[in-house]
């Protein structure tokens, strides 16, 4: 069983940057593939990053969606049992609830086991 929380999210103006957290609870976080991602009012939730686990404390081979790619980074440390998601060069259509993902670095939904609750990223223009 893994629990996720999700923090970081905000207002920023564009051009602007985040870093969202997520910190996981359950012994075999280290062992997970983590994934990220967004979901606009009235859109489907869309697939933004993932990360497997390779076995280091970070090290682990990365995914991104082709419309955030230059623009997002993810990340980990199992040793604090989280992943992060940096963000930079916002845009207004970047505004979304960020949620993080345990179980997968598929880019459906359905394919994750874990989700957090989510937090609101809001980009003025």
């Known amino acids: 069983q893994v629990q996720l929380v999700e923090s970081g999210g905000g207002l920023v103006q564009a051009g602007g940057s985040l870093r969202l957290s997520c910190a996981a609870s359950g012994r075999t976080f280290s062992t997970y593939a983590m994934g990220w991602f967004r979901q606009a009012p009235g859109k489907e939730r869309e697939f933004v990053a993932a990360?497997?686990?390779?076995?280091?404390?970070?090290?682990?081979?990365?995914y991104y969606a082709g419309s955030m790619k230059g623009r997002v980074s993810i990340s980990r440390d199992n040793a604090k049992n989280t992943v992060y998601l940096q963000l930079n060069s916002l845009k207004p259509e970047d505004t979304a609830v960020y949620y993080c993902a345990a179980g997968s670095t598929g880019r459906s939904p359905q394919e994750y086991d874990y989700w957090g609750q989510g937090t609101q990223v809001t980009v003025s223009s």
């Open positions: 990360i497997r686990w390779s076995g280091g404390r970070t090290f682990g081979t990365t």
